[in-house]
T-cell receptor
Framework: NAGVTQTPKFQVLKTGQSMTLQCAQD?????MYWYRQDPGMGLRLIYY???????DKGEVPNGYNVSRLNKREFSLRLESAAPSQTSVYFC???????????????FGSGTRLTVV | GIQVEQSPPDLILQEGANSTLRCNFS?????LQWFHQNPWGQLINLFY???GTKQNGRLSATTVATERYSLLYISSSQTTDSGVYFC?????????????FGKGTKLSVKP
């Protein structure tokens, strides 16, 4: 029972390069999310997917695209990385209402991205 | 949109002490969660608690939705409790994805 798995854990990009952050969950959750965490800013929502086949913008979507490939996988793409996108990126999925977590979110371990 | 404020921003405890962390939110919510971010960066869901009281071991949480606040209690603190505690609040509806996070309470438990 892996929960939410993110890859890679660390990445260094040059300005203008592109990359895709991968996220997969094995809990059969419908909703998935991408957040970024910056010092002093807390976590901010980039994009979310309420169900397979749907995606919506969050608070800070500019410079990012997402794909909900299937129910398990939700990827985040940076088409042309900028230094302002240096951050820690977290993927999460929302529980289905049962168990201790209820409708709570389960987070992956994060991807630390540096753009130089 | 919803604003989430946490207090205190920093807290230093001696091992074995008890503490209360507070989260105030500015609007009606039907989604309130507490998380612990450990020193390695992992975010762990502690409670999903839009209302009422829950307990899990040495931790308990209470949300009074009508008064727009939630409290996280840590009893008999241990060094492994160190890290940042986040409160996050939101409303399910047209924009069901937007869980707003507070800036966190940084807890340091000294042996």
């Amino acid at each position: 029972n892996a929960g939410v798995t993110q890859t890679p854990k660390f990445q260094v990009l040059k300005t203008g390069q592109s990359m895709t952050l991968q996220c997969a969950q094995d809990m059969n959750h419908n909703s998935m999310y991408w957040y970024r965490q910056d010092p002093g800013m807390g976590l901010r929502l980039i994009y979310y997917s309420a169900s397979e086949g749907t995606t919506d913008k969050g608070e800070v979507p500019n410079g990012y695209n997402v794909s909900r490939l299937n129910k398990r996988e939700f990827s985040l793409r940076l088409e042309s990385a900028a230094p302002s996108q240096t951050s820690v990126y977290f993927c999460a999925s929302r529980g289905g209402g049962t168990g201790r977590v209820g409708y709570g979110y389960t987070f992956g371990s994060g991807t630390r991205l540096t753009v130089v | 949109g919803i604003q989430v404020e946490q207090s205190p921003p920093d807290l230093i405890l001696q091992e074995g002490a008890n503490s209360t962390l507070r989260c105030n939110f500015s609007d009606s919510v039907n989604n309130l969660q507490w998380f612990h971010q450990n020193p390695w960066g992992q975010l762990i869901n502690l409670f999903y608690i839009p209302s009422g009281t829950k307990q899990n071991g040495r931790l308990s949480a209470t949300t009074v939705a009508t008064e727009r606040y939630s409290l996280l209690y840590i009893s008999s603190s241990q060094t492994t409790d160190s890290g940042v505690y986040f409160c996050a609040a939101g409303s399910y509806g047209g924009s069901q994805g937007n869980l707003i996070f507070g800036k966190g309470t940084k807890l340091s438990v000294k042996p």
